[in-house]
C-alpha cells in the first residue's frame, strides 16, 4: 500500500494527466543533480470546503527558489495557482498535501542545464499527521544530528531545492536508525539550526522563540504563521540565535512546518522537556482551528479550492 494509491491525477507541463502518465525521463537533469525546486502545501478540510493554506506565500517561495537558481518557470504565479486548485479538484481531495515541483527535464547531463526543458508538475495526496497522531498529543523524541545544516554561503538555504535535502535525508536516516522520531540539525557555529523538515521554537519564563536566516534556515511559512498566532495570543515573539543550552533548558519546545505543522518535543536525546505545555498546547490549537477556517481572524490564509482565480496583481515575475 503506498501514499499515492489514492491519487488518480497529476498536472504536468499545463495539463491534468492520469497517474499512470505522469513519469520522466531517465536522463533528467534533476533525477542525476537534484536541480529542481518545489514546495509542500497543505489543503485542509473546512465548512466551505477544501482551503489551501497560504498558498500564495508559497507560490511565492516557489518563484524566489526558482529565481535563485535561475530557473525559468514558464507559467505565471496565477497559472500555477490554478494548477493546484485543479490537481485537489481532480482527485476530490477534501484535505491533502500539494507539492508543486519545477525541474530541468532531459536535455544535457552536463551542469549547465540550460539546454534542458523546465518542466511544472503539481502533485496532491493524502497525507494525514506527518509524524503520527501521538506526536501530535504527546510530542516526539529528536536527537541532535551528527549531520551539520550546511551554511547559507554554501547553498541558499532560504531556497527549496530537490538536492538540498539530501542533507535532510542523511540526518533524518541516521536519527531513524537510532530510534528517534526526528533530528535536529546544528549550523555549521554549532548553534542551533533546524530540523530535518521544521523550523524550532522555544519557550523560556513565557516568551517565545526561535531563530532566523543567519542560522541558515528555511523560513517557514508556518513559522510565520505561528508567530502571528503567539503574537495574537499576547506571547512575546523573539527572534534571535538559539543555542543548544537554550534548547536544553526550555520550558517547552516545538517544530513547525507544512507536514508537521505544529509538534511538541518531549526529548532530546534522551532527556525529557516534559509534557507539552500550556503555550505549545495552545498554539497548536489556534493553528488548527486557522487551517480548518474556523477562526475569522486567520480566514486571509486561506483559498478555498472552488475558486480557481487569483487576484490580477498576482501575476508572472521574470526570472532569469
Ligand atoms: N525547514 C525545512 C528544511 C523544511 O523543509 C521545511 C518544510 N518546508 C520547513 C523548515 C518549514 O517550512 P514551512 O513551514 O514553510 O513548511
Not at 513519469?23 to 465548512?47: K, N
Not at 536544553?248 to 505544529?262: I, L, Q, R, Y
Request: hydrophobic share 40%; glycine share 8%; charged share 20%.
Amino acid at each position: 500500500m503506498s501514499q499515492f494509491d489514492e491519487v488518480k491525477t497529476v498536472w504536468m507541463n499545463g495539463e491534468l494527466v492520469p497517474w499512470t502518465k505522469a513519469s520522466i525521463h531517465v536522463s533528467s537533469h534533476a533525477l542525476h543533480y537534484g536541480s529542481g525546486v518545489f514546495e509542500g502545501i497543505r489543503c485542509y478540510e473546512t465548512d466551505r470546503g477544501p482551503a489551501v493554506f497560504r498558498v500564495e506565500e508559497h507560490i511565492d517561495r516557489l518563484f524566489a527558489s526558482a529565481q535563485v537558481y535561475r530557473i525559468h518557470i514558464p507559467y505565471t504565479k496565477s497559472e500555477v495557482g490554478a494548477a493546484i486548485c485543479q490537481t485537489i479538484e481532480a482527485n476530490n481531495f477534501t484535505s491533502c498535501y500539494v507539492r508543486p515541483i519545477v525541474f530541468f527535464g532531459s536535455g544535457t547531463l552536463g551542469l549547465d542545464p540550460r539546454k534542458c526543458p523546465v518542466e511544472v508538475s503539481v502533485l496532491a495526496w493524502p497525507w494525514p499527521a506527518f509524524l503520527g497522531d501521538e506526536a501530535m498529543s504527546a510530542g516526539v523524541r529528536i536527537t541532535i544530528s551528527p549531520w551539520r545544516k550546511f551554511h547559507s554561503r554554501m547553498m541558499p538555504t532560504t531556497a527549496k531545492a530537490c538536492g538540498q535535502y539530501l542533507n535532510s535525508i542523511l540526518a533524518v536516516r541516521d536519527a531513524a536508525g537510532r530510534g528517534f522520531d526526528e533530528a535536529l540539525l546544528l549550523d555549521v557555529d554549532g548553534g542551533v539550526a533546524e530540523g530535518s523538515g521544521e523550523n524550532l521554537f522555544l519557550v523560556r519564563d513565557g516568551v517565545l522563540y526561535t531563530n532566523g536566516e543567519e542560522q541558515s534556515i528555511l523560513l517557514g511559512i508556518t513559522r510565520d504563521a505561528v508567530m502571528t498566532i503567539a503574537r495574537d495570543l499576547g506571547l512575546p515573539v523573539r527572534t534571535r540565535a538559539l543555542a543548544l543550552e537554550d534548547l536544553m533548558s526550555a520550558d517547552e519546545a516545538f517544530f513547525t512546518g507544512t507536514a508537521a505543522e505544529v509538534t511538541p518535543i518531549r526529548e532530546v536525546d534522551g532527556v525529557a522537556l516534559g509534557s507539552p505545555g500550556w503555550f505549545t498546547r495552545s498554539i497548536q490549537k489556534t493553528f488548527m482551528e486557522a487551517t480548518a477556517g474556523r477562526l475569522p481572524r486567520y480566514r486571509r490564509w486561506l483559498h478555498y479550492v472552488d475558486d480557481c482565480t487569483f487576484a490580477g496583481a498576482y501575476s508572472a515575475v521574470p526570472c532569469i
